[in-house]
């Protein structure tokens, strides 16, 4: 039987992605070596750098900024509230290629989104399963996406999801954040291909709020892993703010429309 | 090549020809060599390789920089822009002068060097600026042949009014009407004042009641929303920040950049670099080296103690301020650092025109607002009001 061939976006370790032929990948660098040697020479394929730990290090960040290299960056944060005024070192890097930070909403990371959003950097937001406290948070961040003037570049994944809601196609939550095995290969995730499908597939079968939930489409059963027993009466909540923030938008435009005709 | 920008503050001179009273710069006799030029020259030009930047901005300021003579500069300019061709860059010159000394033997560099363009500054009213001898009221007189000289020669001249308390007494009307009417100038920028150097007593008449401040900035930018805006005059900062609250590119100045430090020195005649031409002229222990001493500039830059501080001060600021929850913090990101360490001897705290800030950005924000209403009700894609044209970034003081 032929095999599809794999069009999936591999994300590879610095050494891994030496000599990748494979087709397109991101590779993830973790040292000013590595992050010196894919910024001078990307590589036909490297579609971006995804930087983990090198956030402190201001040299690291001259060398983003200068150089012919155009590659893009997606630069990692792990512990948002305690990093995120070192995100001032990706201003000249921001100039000279594409730049986006990416945290998990852990406790205080609504500093480092606003602190990105003034900085024009795109943020990717990872929700996991959030505490009420984490939750509280995401809402107070929605907020700040959705209505402060400041804001010009995307929150995921309240962008795409706002935009999905407005009718166009974005697919899952697990495609908005990056995170679906069938097209983002992450290995560490250690998830087939198939998992989004068929975690879905476990989790109506098992009788989970996912099959009646409203959001079932869009959500794909996100907020239930890796803890099928997470509850989701606050994300449901902070996906109707979202909603709601939609059908505000096409109100006016209606409005708009309805009095130039 | 990248799209970043690097900009030079350089002082050939620190000699003046001119008393203004409130003046903070040691104006020690010394003129920049023109043997020296080629090692400034290729020390700036190594940095821009290093840096993967094509275009310098050179910001000639003093002092006063008409005194080297115009045919220091056209040598000066010949000079660095054959050494900057020879290395695939590019240095794009400013002239900012008193005006005191113009006359149109500058003509033919000005067009050839300064793209037929220079700033210049005056007060309004003039009660500091002052000649050696004449005082303030025979300076400005000077001033305004000079400029009527230069603008009939068909040089554009940006001038640059630092407010006092006189400013504030007269109003935004009489101050707008002064230069758009009087002087009949399409570009002027206002700057907010501050203490640098020693200790002087007319500095008190610069120490501004911060909310008289705001609120003459808010009518001065009334005023010209409703008369300068569609007829074509560029008020500094005011024409920068309707670009930005109506989503045009807008190049906002320095005092309002993420980190100064990111993207201008400043060098005077004898090769010492620092941040601005605000701190080379009066605080050396924020020196950053010596473009002749130092064998390479990017690595003075990323060595210096000094330097490091205006790195850091964001991040201080983000963390220690109440800047990170401020509206405004995208546009502003804490102010100045030698304003508030002429204010506050201390460059790790925000600006202390915080609040005038916000009330000039606020002003702006919501004139912004109305007019891209009005666009949207009217279909008119924008009104009649350009870009004011390649302002300098870097704010010259006085």
């Known amino acids: ?261 | 090549m990248s799209d970043r920008v690097f900009s030079v503050i350089l002082l050939p001179t620190a000699e003046c020809n001119v008393a203004c009273d409130y003046c903070f710069e040691d104006k020690e006799p010394h003129r920049l060599s023109m043997v020296m030029l080629p090692l400034l020259t290729r020390q700036l030009l190594d940095h821009l390789e290093h840096e993967g930047i094509e275009e310098c901005e050179i910001y000639w300021q003093g002092g006063e920089a008409m005194i080297m003579g115009p045919a220091w500069f056209a040598e000066a300019g010949r000079l660095m822009d054959t050494a900057a061709s020879t290395r695939g860059r590019r240095f794009k010159h400013y002239l900012q002068t008193n005006l005191i000394s113009y006359s149109p033997v500058w003509n033919e560099v000005l067009r050839s060097m300064f793209g037929g363009s220079l700033g210049t500054s005056m007060d309004y009213p003039n009660l500091h600026r002052k000649l050696f001898a004449g005082g303030a009221e025979a300076y400005t007189r000077l001033w305004t042949d000079r400029l009527r000289e230069a603008v009939a020669a068909g040089i554009e001249v940006g001038v640059i009014a630092v407010l006092h308390r006189g400013s504030l007494e007269a109003g935004p009307e009489r101050f707008y009407r002064y230069f758009t009417e009087e002087l009949g100038l399409k570009s002027f920028q206002v700057n907010t004042p501050f203490p640098g150097g020693p200790a002087k007593a007319v500095a008190a008449d610069f120490d501004l009641d911060k909310s008289v401040l705001a609120q003459f900035l808010a009518g001065l930018f009334d005023l010209w929303m409703e008369r300068g805006l569609d007829a074509g005059v560029a008020l500094g900062p005011f024409d920068a920040l309707i670009h930005h609250f109506t989503g045009a590119p807008a190049r906002l100045p320095c005092i309002w950049k993420e980190n100064c430090s990111n993207q201008f020195i400043s060098v005077d005649s004898k090769g010492t670099v620092a941040q601005c031409d605000c701190w080379v002229t009066s605080y050396p222990e924020s020196f950053f080296g010596n473009v002749f001493r130092d064998a390479s500039l990017t690595e003075m830059l990323r060595k210096s103690p000094a330097r490091q501080q205006f790195v850091e001060r964001p991040k201080h600021l983000v963390e220690h301020e109440d800047c990170l929850p401020c509206r405004y913090l995208s546009i502003c990101h804490g102010g100045c650092p030698v304003r508030t360490y002429s204010a506050l001897g201390t460059m790790l705290a925000k600006d202390p025109d915080c609040e005038v800030y916000k009330a000039v950005f606020g002003r702006a924000e919501a004139h912004g607002r109305a007019l891209l209403r009005r666009r949207l009700l009217t279909g008119v894609a924008k009104p009649g009001f350009q870009p004011a044209p390649g302002r300098p970034v870097a704010v010259a003081v006085r």
């Open chain 1, 1 to 261: 039987m032929l095999q599809e061939p794999d069009a999936s976006l591999a994300f590879l370790t610095s050494a891994e992605a030496e000599g990748h032929l494979g087709g397109s990948c991101v590779v993830i660098v973790r040292t000013r070596g590595e992050f010196a040697r894919w910024l001078r020479e990307p590589a036909p394929g490297v579609e971006w750098l995804q930087v983990e730990g090198l956030l402190p290090d201001q040299e690291a960040w001259a060398m983003a900024a200068q150089g012919t290299s155009k590659v893009p960056l997606d630069v990692i944060l792990t512990d948002p509230a305690t990093e995120f005024s070192g995100l001032y070192r990706l201003v000249d890097a921001r100039i000279v290629r594409s730049v986006r930070v990416t945290m998990p909403a852990a406790p205080g990371f609504l500093k480092a989104v606003r602190l990105a959003a003034s900085l024009q950097l795109p943020v990717r937001l990872l929700p996991g399963q959030p505490s009420a406290e984490a939750l509280a948070e995401l809402t107070e961040a929605a907020h700040f996406y959705l209505h402060d003037p400041m804001v010009e570049t995307p929150v995921e994944f309240f962008h795409s999801l706002l935009a999905g809601l407005r009718g166009t196609e974005t697919g899952t939550l697990w495609t908005m954040l990056e995170e679906d095995p069938l097209v983002f290969a992450r290995a560490e995730a250690q998830r087939p291909r198939d998992f989004v499908e068929t975690h879905l597939a476990r989790l109506i079968e098992q009788g989970a709020e996912c099959a009646a939930c409203r959001w079932q489409k869009v959500c794909a059963g996100y907020f239930k892993w890796p803890d099928p027993a997470y509850t989701c009466a606050g994300v449901k909540q902070l996906f109707a703010s979202i909603e709601s923030a939609a059908d505000e938008i096409g109100r006016d435009l209606a409005s708009r429309e309805s009095g130039a005709s």
